[in-house]
């Protein structure tokens, strides 16, 4: 079997890394699933087989995130940038206006699409600052007739991330959770809806998990196509039609690894260890490395930093790249570094990402 110490350094932003004990799992049962012959990903997705998994799934998560009983768990494709044109569909009716608060490259598009269905306005916006820090409560004001209010919870580009959310009332709160879902323990009481597509935190791409809180439907738009429709995956338990079946048992194993880790709260106490090793490195780096994100905005997933100069960044992704670490190069967009320690990144792996940035900088002051 495989050591953890011969898997990559991987920091990839998404997809990313998966914890060793589920790929194993995975391999164990991949061509006799629990004695049926066949592999997950030949079993009829009406099996009761099947069926077994992807109810456990939806408990496994709801059990983790301490999501209200009443609430519809929904097992989608197309990404999360599919919510962003689904969300304005079913929930933005003609005479409301959709509010964004626009923290990053993700939101800037979940905004774009909504202004496709209806009235938008932007809530707050951080792009003055280059996105490098997280609106104060209260900078956040809402218009009358606000249909729902939407926030990207984890800045997966420029590593800002929200700890503390708006309280919005009545008005549906609604977050894109793609880059932090299950990173740390939430209100999920607060939402009226949650989204992530699985890539980051949550299993392999090709599941999108979608958490809509039932008076939602109730208010849904009626003229939109049957896919798009949140209540059709509502009354078919997501099985309309065929869901993304070996995705949504990988998602199965993560959420049973994830118990094992202690839950929520066991896996930000990793999670805040983990970054902290990074955020260390720059902070004690005398200015040699310039975190992105303001420090009480900073994200326990997304960890984004610059070097004096592009030759320096080059030179510093190079030797990385040479030392086995994976994934490092900021977002296309912005530039810089970013190393993304999700869930599934081992401390280790972190450990010898904040030594060699010592030793890197030890070379080149
Ligand atoms: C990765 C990401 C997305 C895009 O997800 P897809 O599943 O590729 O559509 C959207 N929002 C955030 C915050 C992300 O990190």
Not at 13 to 20: D, E, H, I, T, V
Not at 36 to 47: A, D, I, K
Not at 193 to 208: C, D, E, F, R, W
Not at 248 to 268: C, D, F, N, S
């Amino acid at each position: 079997m495989l050591k953890q110490a011969q898997r990559a350094y991987n920091f990839n932003a998404g997809p990313s890394a998966l914890p060793l004990a589920v790929l194993e799992k995975a391999q164990q049962e991949l061509v006799d699933f629990k004695g049926t012959g066949m592999s997950v990903m030949e079993l009829s997705h009406r099996s009761a087989a099947y069926e077994q998994v992807h109810n456990q799934a939806i408990a496994s998560l709801k059990e983790l995130m301490g999501i209200p009983e009443e609430y519809h768990v929904l097992f989608l494709q197309g990404g999360a940038s599919t919510q962003f044109a689904m969300i304005p569909m079913n929930f933005l009716p003609q005479g409301k206006k959709a509010g964004y608060v626009v923290t990053g490259s993700w939101s800037e598009k979940a905004l774009k699409e909504a202004k496709m269905f209806g009235d938008t306005y932007t809530i707050a916006s951080t792009k003055e600052t280059n996105h490098n820090r997280i609106p104060k409560l209260d900078e956040l004001a809402y218009e009358e007739n606000t249909a729902y209010v939407h926030v990207t919870s984890n800045n997966t580009i420029f590593g800002t991330e929200w700890f503390t959310f708006p309280d919005t009332g009545d008005l549906p709160l609604i977050a894109d959770m793609s880059s932090d879902i299950l990173s740390h323990p939430i209100d999920a009481s607060k939402f009226a809806m949650i989204y992530a597509g699985a890539q980051k935190n949550l299993g392999p791409s090709g599941v999108t998990v979608a958490i809509v809180r039932p008076d939602m439907l109730e208010r849904a738009n009626e003229n939109v196509p049957t896919m798009l429709r949140y209540d059709t995956h509502v009354k078919n338990n997501s099985l309309y039609n065929t869901p993304p079946t070996f995705g949504i048992y990988m998602l199965g194993l993560v959420l049973e690894w994830a118990k094992e880790q202690g839950g929520l709260a066991g896996i930000e106490k990793m999670n805040r260890e983990k970054a902290a090793l990074i955020y260390d490195a720059i902070d004690q780096s005398e200015g040699f490395y310039k975190g992105h994100a303001e420090k009480d905005s900073r994200s326990l997933m997304n960890i984004t930093f610059r070097l004096a100069s592009e030759e320096l960044e080059k030179e510093f992704l190079a030797e990385a790249k040479q030392a086995g670490f994976v994934g490092l190069n900021g977002h296309r967009s912005v530039g810089g570094c970013r190393a993304s320690t999700y869930n599934a990144v081992p401390y280790e792996t972190c450990k010898a990402l904040s030594e060699f940035m010592i030793n890197f900088q030890k070379k080149n002051a």
